[in-house]
């Protein structure tokens, strides 16, 4: 999902990116190996919410109590029962691959126990589907639709609990799909899940504790929790890769990995104090994941600044934690600028985002719903990835423009976006990059977090006023078309140019 509005934003601008870029380029530049997708999630487009068997999750609780501008997920674009037809336009289209992610609540409905035959049949067909016109499956097992018996049972991710239940669910998907599934994540951008739904509170499961909250939470601890749930997550990711690989893998030839959301984070001014507080932002975003996954442990910054706080890995977990991944997802979308707070250190009681000692500064969201176009940003991320944590391979999971869903379906700013974007990535495989993929966000307009289907992301336009919920391509789906199938693109999309990154690798 995408995800612009956890944190405080505050405006600025953005002046003097310098040159232009804009090569030509054609889908024959990348790997025949290399596939292009673009993505989905379960609660965002399959709708059917109370049918066949499927129970809440936590994201219809969120949404039924009104966050989501009053609209729910209920029926979202009723891709559940219109699968075929939305795996037929992506067959039109040329796409390689589709990214979508299982609901939990629908394929286990109390989240442990017995498998819904309805829910089993239904992901069964959608990927015999996708297979039937050589479409590769990439599925994600949770993004943040927590079944709600287990938040209601035990708090869902802040008990370690959760890493038994997990762990199951992901054996019973890999046992009755992994035969045709290649391509696994397990928690989809834990990061902003965690952020959102456990320090600010106004993101599913929405707890948090005053003074912390942006909502008045009913219960949580903004101080604890979210490194808590982290913790969790992690034990339940090794878990579910440990099982993988031991009963799976070998038979099944897949993949298992784990998805972050990135920023590009800028210092917002050239002082030493905001290139420091830069590398503690990257700590806490992107190390608090990838140090664990890579090093088998937490970032020693997030370790002094959070204290008792954060929970220490024993060494049969970090052992279990470390190499834990065949390749990273990478979501990102936007460059963020940041400058130091260390001030916030001096308060007695702190949360996750006082802890990290910095203030984020929007370049882009007060002005416009779109995103500036900064492909170096998606290239600066992967240079990051690949310098700090060894170029794992990775797949681009999400990227993709916001536009009014009311908006023409001449969408020519996701064109634009879409065209810098996969440029960005060729350029940064050029330069020795590991990437294996990119996926746009979204395949259709997608029932988005906060705002429902106000903004929208989709290749597809989907009319919500249409009892039928009809489909029509935008432009951008044309163009994705006719790159996949081989034509040549790329001229001089505005505002793209060259950033000194030096300045951000400060040495860890
Ligand atoms: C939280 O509660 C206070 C006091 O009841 C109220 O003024 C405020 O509007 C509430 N905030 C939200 C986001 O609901
Ligand atoms: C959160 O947990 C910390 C550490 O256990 C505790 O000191 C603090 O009082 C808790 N805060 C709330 C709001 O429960
Ligand atoms: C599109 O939606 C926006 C925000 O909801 C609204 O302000 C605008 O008037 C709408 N435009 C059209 C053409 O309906
Ligand atoms: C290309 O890779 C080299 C070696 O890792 C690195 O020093 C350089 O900064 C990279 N260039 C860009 C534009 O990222």
Known sequence: MSNFLFIQLLLISLAGLGVCNGEKYSRDDFPPNFVFGSGTSAYQVEGATNEDGRTPSIWDTFAHAGRAGGATGDIACDHYNKYKEDVKLMADMGLEAYRFSISW????????????????????????????????PHVSLFNFDLPQALEDEYGGWVSQKIVRDFTVYADVCFREFGDRVQYWSTVNEPNVYLI?????????PQRCSPPFGKINCTRGNSSIEPYMAAHHILLAHASTVKLYRKNYQEKQHGFIGLCIYTFFYIPFTDSKEDALATQRANDFLIGWFLDPLIFGDYPR?????????IPSFTKAES?????????????????????DKSSNLALKHRDYNADSATTLVDIDLLTSLEVSITPWTLE??????????????????????????????????????????????????????????YFTWS??????????????????????????????????????????KGKTVGSDPEGLGEFDRNVLFTSK
């Open 301 to 309: 910054i997030m370790k002094e600044n959070a204290g008792s706080r």
């Open 196 to 204: 959102g739904g456990y320090d600010a509170g106004d993101t599913p």
């Open 443 to 484: 395949f259709l307009d997608a029932f988005e977090l906060f705002d429902a289907f106000e903004s929208s992301f989709g290749l597809y336009y989907v009319d919500i006023e249409d009892p039928d919920l009809k489909r029509y391509p935008k432009l951008s789906a044309h163009w994705y078309s006719d790159f996949l």
């Open 319 to 339: 052992k279990l934690v470390k190499g834990a991944f065949d390749f990273i997802g990478v979501i990102h979308y936007m460059a963020i600028h940041v400058s």
């Open 380 to 437: 600066g991320v992967l240079e990051y990835l690949k310098q700090v944590y060894g170029n794992p391979p990775i797949f681009i999971y999400e990227n993709g423009q916001r536009m009014l869903h009311n908006s023409s379906v001449e969408d020519t700013p996701r064109v634009k976006y879409m065209e810098a974007y996969i440029e960005g990535v060729l350029n940064a495989m050029r330069n020795g990059s590991n990437t294996r993929g």
């Open 105 to 136: 609540s629908r394929l286990i409905p109390n989240g442990r126990g017995p498998v819904n035959p309805k829910g089993l049949q239904f992901y069964n067909n959608l990927i015999n589907e996708l297979l039937s016109y050589g479409i590769q």
